[in-house]
């Protein structure tokens, strides 16, 4: 068996599976190198060497990366800050250590206005209406509000307010989420727009889904369809989350999804990737490239956003079920032989315990939150035997934690998932709850209807209705 040195570029959750999918290789003797936001204790505990570097500086990866360049074969990144900055392209550089990841070309992630203008180009059926607002076109907040408010009156207000680039100004906001009036929708606006670029886009009706491939450069190998629950309180009410959980059914689509929906999400992915391929290969687009939120209309599906980086909680639903060495993945990817990737049929649930003030929800809830843990450390082994038991049925994932002398601490972000791993959506479910209300200290809280038969049932019958009025 070879000995496989691996870089690993981790933040939360998605890292640590993917560090646990590697730790199951039976081909291989996998030896992690991981950099880490903080002391994750899974990535610890998996480790050959790791290092802390909080913010992810590309510089500081690089020089962590020279020093085990002998015995690294290849690197692969979860966060898409990192890949945002050109993590691949100073690692490649500097090293000669081939990165699973896009370079900072193709890292769409990075500009909301270039993805929609790439998918005008490529795809125009799939584009909801979009403006987009520069600030450099403008003298004054007059003119801004001009133009803004005769785009509004266009789409009858019912739009969404994204910022260029990620993270900047007050994110994505949504009419009737996050705003109900346009003097909320302008302060919302204008607190990105002092950042940058923003777009002002119609508001889609429908249900979400998460498409996922992996890419060699020559090839997209599609992953099974998941769906993201990102809003933060039950019954998809409170602000936008990184994601409090999500579920794949057994097979490849969703309960709310027909084959011909997956079919065309698979055909729309395609239609882009060969556009930025060009004719033969294109290694840059090695990774995850497109990880595309779709939003099904009843009529053609609509594409929120394009990820270049796997999806967290996504990724999670699947890389359990992996029947393929993730490993032997990897080295197809960087040889440009990835045909296709083997995913088992299985159902899998998702489910995220975070702190008490994650999406405001000790603000809201604050007779639901359990203030004397608050600050204490979480307890993870009860969950680790129930996991133990299952085989394999279950598996847990820190992820904003931090490992300290005298245990272990959530932090400010989403702090651990369970994913449980089942014959159906409902018994995965079981499995994944069973795990979380397993997990104590912290004072951390969770989505209790994640995967829950009325929202799942809720979604078919929003989809029929949205068919049989696009029939009409």
Avoid at 321 to 346: P, S
Wanted: hydrophobic residues 35%; proline residues 6%; glycine residues 8%.
């Amino acid at each position: 068996m070879d000995k496989v040195g691996i870089l690993l570029v981790s933040y939360g959750s998605r890292a640590v599976a993917m560090a646990d999918a590697f730790c199951r290789s039976e081909e291989y003797r996998p030896e992690l190198y991981i950099v880490d936001k903080q002391r994750n204790p899974y990535n610890l505990r998996m480790a050959k060497e790791h290092i802390v570097i909080p913010d992810l500086n590309v510089d500081l990866i690089c020089k962590f990366a020279k020093r085990f360049k002998d015995k690294i074969r290849f690197g692969i990144v979860g966060p898409e800050k990192p890949i945002i900055n050109g993590v691949r392209d100073l690692v490649e550089k500097e090293t000669g250590i081939p990165m699973i990841c896009p370079t900072k070309k193709y890292a769409l992630e990075g500009s909301k206005v270039a993805q929609r203008l790439l998918f005008q180009e490529v795809a125009p059926e799939v584009n909801p209406k979009f403006k987009v607002f520069d600030p450099k076109d403008y003298r004054g907040i007059n003119e801004v509000k001009r133009d803004l408010y005769r785009w509004l009156d266009e789409l009858d207000n019912r739009v969404a307010v994204k910022p260029d680039a990620p993270a900047a100004g007050k994110g994505v906001g949504v009419w009737g989420d996050h705003f109900n009036t346009r003097e909320e929708l302008l302060a919302h606006f204008m607190a990105n727009f002092k950042e940058g670029p923003v777009i002002v886009e119609e508001k889609i009706e429908g249900e979400e889904s998460s498409y996922q491939a992996f890419c060699d450069g020559k090839h997209l190998a599609p992953l099974p369809e998941t769906r993201d629950y990102k809003r933060a309180f039950e019954g998809d009410r409170g602000p936008n989350t990184g994601g409090m959980g999500s579920y794949k059914d057994r097979g490849d689509h969703l309960p709310f999804m027909t084959r011909e929906d997956r079919d065309r999400e698979i055909e729309i992915v395609e239609r882009i990737f060969r556009r930025l391929k060009g004719r033969g290969s294109n290694p840059e687009l090695r990774g995850i490239p497109f990880y595309e939120a779709f939003i099904h209309t009843g009529g053609e599906p609509k594409i929120l956003e394009n990820n270049s980086r796997p999806g967290d909680p996504e990724i999670q639903n699947i890389l359990p079920l992996l029947e393929d060495d993730f490993i032997d993945v990897c080295f197809r990817i960087i040889d440009g032989d990835l045909k296709n990737v083997r995913v088992d049929e299985k159902a899998s649930v998702v489910i995220y315990k975070t702190p008490p003030n994650y999406g405001g929800y000790m603000d809201v809830f604050p007779q639901r939150v359990n203030v004397e843990e608050i600050g204490t450390p979480v307890i993870l082994e009860k969950a680790e035997r129930i996991a133990s038991e299952y085989g394999g049925k279950m598996r847990i994932y820190p992820g904003s934690m931090e490992a300290r002398k005298d245990g272990n601490y959530a932090l400010k972000s989403r702090t651990v998932c369970v994913v449980g791993i089942a014959e159906s959506i409902e018994e995965a479910r079981r499995i994944s709850l069973e795990g979380i209300e397993a997990i104590k200290g912290g004072g951390l809280w969770y989505r209790s209807d994640i995967a829950s038969k009325e929202h799942i049932e809720k979604s078919i019958k929003h989809m029929e209705l949205l068919r049989k009025a696009g029939r009409e």
